[in-house]
């Protein structure tokens, strides 16, 4: 019994000694996310315009419903989206529009420090998922 | 000539001040020592369960203590509406006062000359010391029983039972091992008990002082597993185990009163320590009769061994696991009451042989 009481404290007291402690100090240090991590999503331009044929595939797909799209055509005749929104409220982040995407037009990144003050903040249009 | 102790009746002025430096003086650094207690509580055991601890307030979280200070006394005051008023408020003070009174006779240090006079080193010298903390450690389960009870919640009142429970049964093994020490030292004054430490080992030994953890080793190590069951420590913290009782006879309390239930259990950390210290390990006096040794003053050497006395609780608190409460009751009745009780005996029989 006191063997297994002394074992037990030279395991603790070992931890205490410097350079056990396993803890990040989170904002100041930060790890580095997965290539495959799930965060914000992002559109990914082409030279002039963004990538997106507005072809509906993305929001149909979204088990929440938090993408809204409305296509139109520009001068050279191609579909592009006029209104591209998403939602982060009712995103749940799983990557089935990246999945769905038949041009790789959306992308997820590894951005996930998300929370805002008003409910508007999480209107993500075109413009903030470009960036 | 040597100077007169100072006492009331030779310089009442003198005495007076005196007196109150020195309360202010123990006050402040028993006051301190409990509020980073609960830091260095919190980064010992961060580190050990490899985290780190506070790190935000202040270099490595030093300001916690008043960050958490100041956040309990900001925080609402509820009375809940079931509760038995009056008992609800005095149970946080009857226990924080018995384990800051407790320290009044730990001495500190040897007597100094203070101008014509010799003053001790300790708030005062009670021929009685011992019964003294022994009898105020007994007041402080009145705090707990009575908090359990006024809050009229089922989880503080089984808090307020099991305590009670525990601390009597405890009580009786711990008074038992420090029998054993009188026996030796054949006086009750923890001043007498001091001096009587800082002789050479078994009258034979000179650079080692006669310590009685070195005489009774069983009664030390009885004694420390008692005081932390009736402290309330972990692994004996049945009274407030969080995972069964939400936090036993402290669940219904707010803000300052809750505050000062951390205040006591830090305090009673600190008495029993400072206790275990001056009976067992020789007070305020140095460990080795060197001469680097003995110029360091007394209240050094105390605080030191209370302080170490004091990590090895948390490292506990660190490792174990709470024990169940039959097991706690065993222990307590079958094994340290009669451990004790044998260690009478065979002190009482050697003392008898070798006189």
Not at chain 1, 86 to 110: H, N, Q, S
Not at chain 2, 225 to 231: D, F, G, N, S, Y
Not at chain 2, 335 to 353: D, E, S, W
């Amino acid at each position: 019994m006191f063997k297994e009481f002394a074992k037990g404290l030279s395991i603790t007291f070992k931890h205490l000694l410097p350079g056990h402690s396993t803890t990040v100090q989170y904002p100041t240090v930060k790890l580095k996310m997965s290539d495959r991590f799930r965060g914000l999503h992002r559109l990914v331009p082409s030279q002039d315009r963004e990538k997106c044929v507005a072809c509906y595939l993305c929001p149909t797909v979204c088990p929440a419903k938090c993408i809204t799209v409305v296509s139109a055509e520009n001068e050279k005749g191609e579909k592009y989206p006029e209104v591209y929104t998403i939602d982060m409220l009712r995103c749940i982040f799983c990557g089935y529009c990246v999945e769905a995407c038949p041009v790789e037009a959306i992308e997820m990144t590894g951005a996930y420090e998300l929370a805002n003050y008003k409910r508007e903040d999480f209107q993500f249009t075109k413009q903030r998922l470009l960036k | 000539m040597t100077p007169e102790m100072l006492s009331l009746s030779n310089s009442p002025v003198w005495f007076v001040g005196i007196m109150l430096v020195k309360l202010l003086v123990v006050f402040t650094v028993v006051m301190l020592s409990v509020a980073y207690a609960t830091w260095c509580e919190r980064k010992v055991i961060g580190h050990m369960q490899t985290r780190l601890g506070p790190m935000r307030t202040g270099w490595h979280g030093l300001l916690q203590p008043f960050a958490d200070g100041i956040k309990l006394f900001f925080k609402e005051e509820i009375v809940p509406t079931d509760s038995i008023k009056v008992p609800f408020l005095l149970a946080p003070m009857m226990i924080l006062v018995p384990a800051l009174i407790t320290v009044a006779v730990i001495p500190f240090g040897p007597d100094i000359q203070v101008g014509d006079f010799m003053v001790p080193q300790q708030i005062t010298d009670l021929n009685i010391g011992v019964l003294y903390i022994l009898a105020f450690a007994g007041l402080g389960v009145y705090g707990i029983v009575l908090a359990g009870w006024a809050s009229n919640s089922k989880y503080s009142l089984l808090g307020g039972i099991r305590a009670s429970a525990q601390m009597i049964s405890y009580e009786l093994a711990a008074g038992l091992s420090i029998i054993a020490v009188f026996m030796l030292s054949e006086t009750l004054s923890l001043r007498e008990i001091v001096a009587l430490q800082q002789q050479d080992l078994w009258g034979i030994c000179s650079f080692v002082p006669n310590w009685y953890i070195f005489t009774q080793p069983l009664a030390f190590c009885l004694f420390v597993v008692t005081a932390l069951a009736e402290i309330n420590r972990t692994p004996f913290d049945m009274p407030e185990a969080e995972s069964e009782l939400v936090s036993g006879f402290c669940t219904e309390y707010s803000s300052m009163k809750y505050a000062l239930f951390f205040m006591a259990e830090y305090a009673n950390m600190i008495v029993i320590s400072a206790l275990a210290a001056t009976l067992f390990l020789g007070g305020w006096s140095a460990p080795l009769n060197i001469a680097i040794f003995t110029m360091i003053p007394g209240f050094v050497w105390l605080l030191a061994k209370v302080y170490f006395m004091m990590f090895c609780f948390m490292w506990l608190r660190a490792t174990f696991p709470r024990v169940r409460y039959d097991q706690l009751m065993r222990l307590g009745w079958k094994v340290m009451l009669p451990l004790a009780l044998a260690n009478v005996m065979i002190t009482g029989l050697v003392v008898v042989i070798l006189q």
